[in-house]
């Protein structure tokens, strides 16, 4: 997996344009599509289900970065793996038994990523560091894009950063929620890899341009 990537989030996409707004990511430098589940039991909102994410996987040409913020998601990893998840992230606030939530996602082909919501500290995945290919760290919390990014995510980045380097492991840090191009420099120095954005980009101007200047402030 590449390093320093950017992630537009599908969920502020105009859904009645949705093959419009896949093919803008294709052709923009974006290097994922992330893909927000949310089945209005974990989180206080519904999003979008199976059906979507087929759809816009039909005109994907880049990974999809599926975030599972639903109850008991074991339940649907291999849905998700037959519909094309590149890298398919569970909440730790959601599994009992994450290593082997873990282990089932890769089992299926894809990528293991483990979300952590604002209040769970990252020293909960101290034991379990070595088998998580990604961690998302959550910015804001988790439901709803549009919201103000919490700055103790900065701390958060470089406690785990450390935590990896400290296990000698590859996992790559995905910060998610409120992103935009003035906090995205300092998040990258922090020590994260991946950065969603959903209203920063689609709700600018032109996405593409704003995709473009992103992955610029993250780069240099
Ligand atoms: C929030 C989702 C995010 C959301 C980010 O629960 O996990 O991926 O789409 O949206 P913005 O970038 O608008 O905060
Ligand atoms: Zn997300």
Redesign the pocket.
């Known amino acids: 997996m590449k390093n320093k990537i950017i992630a537009p989030?599908m969920?502020?996409a105009d859904f009645g344009n949705l093959q419009r707004d896949t093919e803008m990511v294709n052709e923009s430098k974006a290097d994922w599509f992330?893909i927000?589940i949310?089945d209005g039991v974990f989180?206080p909102n519904i999003s979008y289900g199976m059906p979507v994410l087929k759809a816009i996987g039909k005109h994907a040409k880049k990974p999809l970065d599926v975030?599972l913020?639903i109850v008991d998601p074991d339940r649907y990893i291999k849905h998700f793996a037959d519909l094309g998840a590149e890298v398919l992230t569970v909440h730790y606030e959601a599994c009992t038994h994450l290593h082997r939530s873990l282990q089932a996602i890769k089992a299926e082909g894809m990528k293991a990523g483990v979300a952590l919501n604002p209040h769970t500290p990252v020293s909960v995945l101290e034991d379990i560091i070595q088998d998580i290919d990604l961690v998302l760290i959550?910015s804001?919390n988790?439901?709803?894009?549009?919201?103000k990014f919490i700055e103790n995510t900065y701390k958060k980045v470089s406690q785990l950063k450390a935590m990896i380097d400290a296990h000698n492991a590859s996992t790559l840090i995905e910060v998610?929620?409120?992103?935009n191009a003035k906090n995205a420099p300092a998040l990258i120095e922090a020590g994260a890899n991946a950065l969603?954005?959903?209203?920063?980009v689609f709700s600018s101007e032109s996405p593409m341009d704003t995709i473009a200047n992103l992955k610029e402030v993250i780069t240099k």
């Open positions: 989030s969920l502020a992330h927000d949310m989180v975030h913020m959550m804001v988790p439901g709803f894009g549009g919201q998610d929620g409120g992103v969603v954005a959903g209203s920063f």
